[in-house]
């Protein structure tokens, strides 16, 4: 597949800003989408929509949702994936409480299948990490949820990991619609080099799970333990009193256990990418490093750290420097930061949802 590169780059600005600061990001929004931000304000105040996340397993989808979020309105916009769906149905079914009742209730209105909603629930509560639930038990859940959010604009991924081509058209053409909204594709192209850094160098704060990146996305403060001769993040969080951050087990492998969920992954993204009638945005990670310079600023790209230790100094010292890697094709490109994802995010969905043109 072939994502368009997108530019946020405006000519003659040298205005720079600390992405990592909150105030700063939001001047950054103002100037690089504020006319598109407050359209989406005002549509939002007589009209909703529903956005299907596809891409990669972690490719951000969480982070652009959240963003996107924070920059327009989060009384107005929630996020969920279908995993988190699952989970929280299985404790609700784990209880004899209203809940229960309410959510047996809906299911029985709008459960329609090949085996019994017992016999689908019964699949939910004794699952293992690889049993697949029904692709029509998923999608009664999906209602239910949308449902219990309300009218809201809802940011929705994570769905069935396994889907041939007739339940992966019976699973969108039986969501879009459902509620009387516009519906939009929202696919996310991430290199799977970008996708392995980010697993292999992941870390988590033991007390709060903060999660963090040793490479990509670093703490203030840096330890080293020179018995192991190796750098850690140490937790920003002042209630954790400098703990120690972990890597999760299994981590250190990166993409190579999940090679087979990658792969349908991008099976999706290009069954989706094929069906019309519904409106799609197309959001690119990387950039070509040679024409980096004439889409986006400097700032906007992600940073690479690496550390030394400084025995004279007995400190840390960090290296910061462009993220540069070869994405899907080869191509030696720079990985992009959220905020110009989102920004793309933003300005496209501007052109993609009805009613636009009366804004304009």
């Given at each position: ?26 001047k950054y929004f103002e100037l690089k989408a504020g006319q598109e931000i407050q359209k989406l304000k005002n ?318």
């Amino acid at each position: 597949m072939d994502f368009p590169i997108f530019k946020t780059k405006i000519s003659n600005l040298r205005e720079k800003f600390n992405l990592a600061d909150p105030q700063e990001r939001k001047k950054y929004f103002e100037l690089k989408a504020g006319q598109e931000i407050q359209k989406l304000k005002n549509y939002l105040k007589e009209n909703i929509f529903i956005c299907y996340f596809l891409g990669r397993k972690n490719s951000g989808k969480g982070t652009y949702a959240k963003m996107f979020a924070e920059i327009i309105d989060h009384q107005k916009i929630s996020h969920f994936s279908i995993g988190d769906m699952v989970r929280e149905v299985h404790q609700i079914f784990l209880k004899n409480g209203e809940k229960k009742k309410e959510l047996t209730k809906f299911l029985e209105t709008n459960f329609r299948g090949y085996i019994s909603l017992d016999a689908a629930i019964e699949k939910l509560l004794s699952r293992g990490i690889k049993t697949l639930l029904p692709t029509e038990f998923i999608l009664a859940l999906v209602k239910w949820k949308i449902s219990a959010l309300g009218k809201k604009v809802l940011f929705i991924d994570g769905f069935p990991r396994d889907l041939d081509q007739i339940a992966f058209s019976l699973f969108y053409r039986d969501l879009i619609g459902y509620r009387d909204d516009p519906d939009i594709f929202v696919l996310i192209d991430v290199p799977r080099t970008i996708v392995d850094m980010r697993m292999k160098y992941r870390v988590v704060c033991p007390k709060c799970q903060t999660p963090r990146n040793l490479k990509l996305l670093r703490t203030k403060e840096i330890g080293y333990d020179k018995k192991k001769d190796e750098f850690y993040l140490i937790c920003d969080n002042p209630d954790c009193h400098r703990a120690r951050m972990v890597q999760k087990e299994g981590d250190k492998l990166g993409i190579k256990p999940i090679e087979g969920r990658l792969k349908m992954d991008e099976k999706l993204m290009e069954k989706a990418l094929s069906l019309y009638g519904v409106s799609k945005v197309l959001l690119r990670n990387s950039i070509p490093v040679d024409i980096a310079e004439n889409y986006t600023d400097e700032y906007e790209i992600t940073p690479k750290y690496s550390y030394q230790w400084v025995k004279k100094e007995n400190k840390v010292k960090v290296i910061e420097e462009p993220l540069k890697i070869r994405d899907d094709k080869g191509v030696l490109s720079y990985s992009l930061l959220p905020e110009p994802v989102v920004v793309s995010l933003i300005k496209q969905l501007v052109e993609v949802l009805p009613k636009f043109d009366k804004l304009r």
